[in-house]
């Protein structure tokens, strides 16, 4: 499974942006998508997953209630609905895949990585 994220940029405080990994494969609908982020000088943490499925996700409580993942397997895609916008938002965002769905997983645990896109939320 190759997968490719996009949709990052420059934006303000409360602002939106909604990012898409898109997933090669015929295979990619069998896997759960996370998302990650990492921001400089810290490490990658996990904001939010979804199951192969879509019927389960599961989010950070740093982004519960502002972001929303969503899936759509006929397009191979899943995307991240992002609002209200913090400067604490600001990191490089990462798509994930793994077999098993689990909730929160760990970047370890990720079999699969796309490249990352930019998120800079301005005050």
């Known amino acids: 499974v190759q997968l490719q994220a996009s949709g990052g940029g420059l934006v303000q405080a409360g602002g939106s942006l909604r990012l898409s990994c898109a997933g090669s494969?015929?295979?990619?609908?069998?896997?759960?998508v996370g998302w990650f982020r990492q921001a400089p000088g810290k490490e990658r943490e996990f904001v939010a997953s979804i199951s192969s499925s879509g019927g389960s996700t599961y989010y950070a409580d740093s982004v519960k209630g502002r972001f929303a993942i969503s899936r759509d397997n006929a397009k191979n895609t899943v995307d991240l609905q992002m609002i209200s916008l913090k400067p604490d938002d600001t990191a490089v965002y990462y798509c994930a895949a793994r077999l098993l769905y689990g909730g929160n997983w760990s970047p370890s645990q990720s079999r699969y990585w796309g490249q990352g896109t930019l998120v800079t939320v301005s005050s």
């Open positions: 494969g015929r295979t990619f609908a069998s896997y759960a």
